[in-house]
């Protein structure tokens, strides 16, 4: 089905790899390993190549799902959103709508979770299930090769059981399946062919029951130790005189007629770090949206955020200046094509962009952030030319540089390789030791439940 040879091009080299029909592979890399061109090249964007053989399937029977498909998809309905025009919100692309109408009483849409969702807009989804919905859409399309970067990711325990099984069925019926992970536990037992990816050079390590294949890829990679200082700390703002951050009584939040969440009660204490968990769907978003204001129903509940009541005439930015915020609708809202540098400094400023002339302080704080995630060298590179990964470690830099009051972290791991979430969690455990950030932490991850966490909210 697939056989490449000797392929040669400036972002990607490829020796020698056949995949099979039915055959499963996982292809392994870290942050800007260039898995992006992997991608590139299977769906026939990568131009400019060399190669003594490249035998690749039909683009129309290949199907990419990834982060970067559902944020070009999400910019595609921001475009055609017509809610300024009419007397009622406008919510886009129906999720029924990107799959086939004689398969919308098929049972792989319950499996997933979606069948109640089908008549929401694509806008409205969770980042997981619009992912589900678009390996959906795959599946009834009837690809011959399947790629799915970081299927897993912002996936609760249940809904990635239920994608790993029909991944594997896929497998059974005829369909390649080609995983590229970041994270060694996110390989599923019935994937066996292992291949890893570093610098644009992808090499088959082997089959995955093999030792040898897990020797190499534990020394592939290693977790180094992180030996760069801690940034610069003095911009840390006075404390909130309030007896709790977050106070909300018998919450409630509803759309179309249909409640996310109701009678929610949620109090939250200066240094009480909380974690909150929940299946896909079940409200975790959208009550940091009610925290920080993006949720405009915060007004018609009983709400006090750092000290003030909601609606009592304080602005979003009174709030949002002593916050920090990592979340997938930041990620995706930040379509500004700023330089990097400027991308981190804008949290000083809880801006999308930059508007006004920094400070050198801030410039240099900045600096610091970047080289400790590890993207000082790509400072004045485009923000949209980084892979995802890089996106999400500098918008996490983003949310550090002002030492905020109330660090709010929506599932800030996504897409993100071993090494950087080893440094993200060390990162927020070293914040907590500095007794002044207050850390809300939304993950479906056990591994991240850490020990920190004196509040643990299920939603």
């Given at each position: 089905?697939?056989?490449?040879?000797?392929?040669?091009?400036?972002?990607?080299?490829?020796?020698?790899?056949?995949?099979?029909?039915?055959?499963?592979?996982?292809?392994?890399?870290?942050?800007?390993?260039?898995?992006?061109?992997?991608?590139?090249?299977?769906?026939?964007?990568?131009?400019?190549?060399?190669?003594?053989?490249?035998?690749?399937?039909?683009?129309?029977?290949?199907?990419?799902?990834?982060?970067?498909?559902?944020?070009?998809?999400?910019?595609?309905?921001?475009?055609?959103?017509?809610?300024?025009?009419?007397?009622?919100?406008?919510?886009?692309?129906?999720?029924?709508?990107?799959?086939?109408?004689?398969?919308?009483?098929?049972?792989?849409?319950?499996?997933?979770?979606?069948?109640?969702?089908?008549?929401?807009?694509?806008?409205?989804?969770?980042?997981?299930?619009?992912?589900?919905?678009?390996?959906?859409?795959?599946?009834?399309?009837?690809?011959?090769?399947?790629?799915?970067?970081?299927?897993?990711?912002?996936?609760?325990?249940?809904?990635?059981?239920?994608?790993?099984?029909?991944?594997?069925?896929?497998?059974?019926?005829?369909?390649?399946?080609?995983?590229?992970?970041?994270?060694?536990?996110?390989?599923?037992?019935?994937?066996?062919?292992?291949?890893?990816?570093?610098?644009?050079?992808?090499?088959?390590?082997?089959?995955?029951?093999?030792?040898?294949?897990?020797?190499?890829?534990?020394?592939?990679?290693?977790?180094?130790?992180?030996?760069?200082?801690?940034?610069?700390?003095?911009?840390?703002?006075?404390?909130?005189?309030?007896?709790?951050?977050?106070?909300?009584?018998?919450?409630?939040?509803?759309?179309?007629?249909?409640?996310?969440?109701?009678?929610?009660?949620?109090?939250?204490?200066?240094?009480?770090?909380?974690?909150?968990?929940?299946?896909?769907?079940?409200?975790?978003?959208?009550?940091?949206?009610?925290?920080?204001?993006?949720?405009?129903?915060?007004?018609?509940?009983?709400?006090?955020?750092?000290?003030?009541?909601?609606?009592?005439?304080?602005?979003?930015?009174?709030?949002?200046?002593?916050?920090?915020?990592?979340?997938?609708?930041?990620?995706?809202?930040?379509?500004?094509?700023?330089?990097?540098?400027?991308?981190?400094?804008?949290?000083?400023?809880?801006?999308?962009?930059?508007?006004?002339?920094?400070?050198?302080?801030?410039?240099?704080?900045?600096?610091?952030?970047?080289?400790?995630?590890?993207?000082?060298?790509?400072?004045?590179?485009?923000?949209?030319?980084?892979?995802?990964?890089e996106q999400r470690l500098a918008l996490i830099a983003r949310a550090l540089v002002k030492s905020p009051y109330l660090l709010i972290l929506d599932e800030p791991t996504q897409g993100l390789d071993e090494l950087n979430r080893y440094r993200i969690l060390n990162f927020i455990e070293h914040l907590a030791e500095q007794n002044h950030s207050t850390i809300l932490l939304v993950s479906h991850r056990k591994d991240e439940h850490l020990s920190l966490f004196k509040q643990?909210?299920?939603?």
């Amino acid at each position: 089905m697939i056989n490449i040879k000797n392929f040669q091009h400036d972002k990607l080299t490829i020796k020698n790899w056949q995949l099979s029909k039915a055959q499963s592979w996982c292809v392994l890399g870290k942050n800007g390993s260039g898995k992006q061109y992997l991608d590139q090249l299977m769906t026939g964007g990568l131009t400019d190549s060399t190669a003594q053989k490249c035998l690749l399937p039909s683009v129309d029977k290949v199907a990419l799902v990834s982060f970067e498909k559902q944020q070009s998809i999400y910019e595609h309905e921001l475009k055609i959103d017509r809610t300024d025009y009419l007397d009622v919100q406008d919510i886009g692309t129906k999720a029924k709508d990107f799959l086939p109408a004689s398969k919308l009483d098929d049972p792989l849409i319950e499996a997933f979770g979606l069948a109640h969702r089908l008549e929401y807009g694509y806008r409205q989804l969770s980042t997981g299930e619009s992912r589900k919905l678009l390996i959906l859409q795959a599946i009834f399309n009837g690809v011959e090769l399947l790629i799915c970067d970081n299927p897993f990711d912002s996936l609760d325990e249940s809904s990635c059981q239920a994608l790993s099984k029909v991944l594997r069925d896929l497998c059974e019926q005829g369909i390649t399946v080609l995983l590229l992970l970041s994270n060694r536990l996110d390989i599923p037992s019935w994937c066996r062919n292992i291949a890893f990816i570093e610098r644009g050079q992808l090499e088959v390590i082997g089959l995955l029951e093999s030792e040898e294949t897990i020797r190499q890829l534990d020394a592939l990679l290693d977790l180094e130790q992180d030996s760069l200082a801690w940034p610069d700390s003095n911009c840390r703002r006075e404390n909130i005189n309030s007896s709790y951050l977050v106070k909300l009584n018998r919450g409630k939040v509803s759309y179309n007629g249909e409640n996310v969440f109701e009678n929610l009660n949620v109090c939250i204490k200066p240094q009480q770090h909380t974690l909150i968990t929940g299946p896909n769907g079940s409200g975790k978003s959208t009550l940091m949206h009610l925290i920080t204001g993006d949720c405009t129903q915060c007004y018609s509940n009983d709400l006090e955020v750092l000290g003030f009541k909601r609606g009592s005439g304080e602005s979003i930015w009174q709030l949002k200046k002593q916050m920090g915020i990592v979340s997938s609708e930041l990620h995706r809202q930040y379509r500004v094509n700023a330089e990097l540098l400027t991308v981190v400094v804008s949290g000083f400023y809880d801006s999308i962009g930059l508007y006004q002339q920094p400070e050198r302080k801030h410039i240099e704080i900045a600096k610091q952030w970047l080289e400790k995630v590890g993207l000082l060298v790509h400072a004045h590179r485009l923000f949209q030319t980084l892979s995802y990964g890089e996106q999400r470690l500098a918008l996490i830099a983003r949310a550090l540089v002002k030492s905020p009051y109330l660090l709010i972290l929506d599932e800030p791991t996504q897409g993100l390789d071993e090494l950087n979430r080893y440094r993200i969690l060390n990162f927020i455990e070293h914040l907590a030791e500095q007794n002044h950030s207050t850390i809300l932490l939304v993950s479906h991850r056990k591994d991240e439940h850490l020990s920190l966490f004196k509040q643990h909210i299920r939603m």
